[in-house]
């Protein structure tokens, strides 16, 4: 809620500001009557250097605010994303980045192979990008674990949301499987001793 009433005044904030360096504009370029006679004296009694100056304020000013409100008009984007699916007759649809991120981490529970997974889900114009961190056992072929994770997670997602999807990347470590961990061929180091 908090948040909600922040945003809105920045979009009034915004908003008034563009109304008031259109009518500077205004004023400079002849219009009578649009601000108080007293600042309207001040704006249009500027050199001309002081006219360049105020129109270029002015312009950058107002992209400013526009850019302040379009930025305020995007989805809120955090720890928990909001993936804006496809529109239909009742409205947006979306889903939550977790969402997306416990079907990876389902789709990788059916992977014995698997030991951890991490991903993160972005949005772009072109799709979702889903960039993964996955642990493999050692004793495995790891491009064929690979590609098989990535093309089951592009399966899934299009099955389930029927989305665009940009990339899938994934990034591997090599891990001893947990039954392996106990078969180490390095000798362990002695103890440290202290110093008296």
């Known amino acids: 809620m908090k948040n909600d009433v922040n945003r809105m005044v920045v979009i009034i904030v915004a908003g008034l500001l563009i109304l008031f360096m ?9 219009a009578p009557g649009v601000l108080p006679p007293a600042l309207a004296a001040i704006i ?8 360049v100056a105020t129109i270029i304020l002015a312009v950058l ?22 993936v804006p699916l ?11 980045t977790t969402g997306i991120n416990r079907l990876i981490q389902y789709i990788a529970r059916e992977q014995p192979e ?13 799709g979702i990008n889903i960039h993964c961190r996955i642990a493999l056992r ?3 072929q790891v491009e064929t674990v690979k590609n098989a994770f990535s093309s089951r997670i592009r399966q899934e997602i299009q099955r389930h949301l029927d989305v665009a999807i940009a990339d899938v990347g994934i990034l591997t470590d090599i891990r001893p499987a947990p039954e392996e961990q106990g078969q180490t061929t390095v000798e362990p180091r002695p103890p440290h001793r202290q110093l008296q």
């Not at 000013?61 to 909001?82: S, T």
């Not at 496809?86 to 939550?96: A, L, Y």
């Open 114 to 126: 698997l030991l951890e997974v991490a991903p993160d889900v972005t949005m772009t114009p072109l």
């Open 22 to 30: 259109l009518l500077v504009l205004l004023t400079l370029f002849g």
């Open 61 to 82: 000013v107002i992209m400013g605010c526009f850019w302040a409100i379009y930025k305020e008009l995007q989805p809120v984007l955090g720890p928990d994303r909001i």
């Open 86 to 96: 496809h529109q239909d007759e009742q409205g947006q649809v979306t889903v939550h």
């Open 138 to 140: 050692s004793n495995v």
């Open 44 to 51: 249009v009694g500027l050199d001309t250097g002081g006219t």
